[in-house]
Nanobody, 126 residues
């Protein structure tokens, strides 16, 4: 069955970088968009970034817009989240998700996404 698998998380020092990967088990229809979300203990889930099927439309949360970049590689059915200049507040479980035409506005809402990966832990600490 179709699934999304995240990888690339780990422990990094403040100011460091990580690249997360979200790989789909099969090619999806082009109207499915991909979003990245994160959730830390005691906090609500936060939309981080999303990308449209073509890659021409992207959106990033204000807290990461100058530090994170979302890209995709159609040949490998993979969406990436490049995270630079990481801060302790970035510590969270990061999950990717797919939703029909989900990345079309200024907000990244979990309610717009239907398929979810299991998540990968990102810890930023000295």
């Amino acid at each position: 069955q179709f699934e999304l698998v995240e990888s690339g998380g780990g422990l990094v020092q403040p100011g460091g970088s990580l690249r997360l990967s979200c790989k789909a088990s099969q090619t999806m229809p082009d109207y499915y968009h991909i979003g990245w979300f994160r959730q830390a203990p005691g906090k609500v889930r936060e939309g981080v970034a999303c990308i449209s099927s073509s890659g021409s439309t992207t959106n990033r949360a204000p807290s990461v817009v100058d530090r994170f970049t979302i890209t995709k590689d159609d040949a490998s059915n993979t969406v990436y989240l490049q995270m630079d200049r990481l801060k302790p507040d970035d510590t969270a479980v990061y999950s990717c998700a797919s939703g029909i035409t989900a990345c079309v506005g200024t907000k990244i809402n979990s309610e717009d996404y239907s398929y979810w990966g299991q998540g990968t832990q990102v810890t930023v600490s000295s």
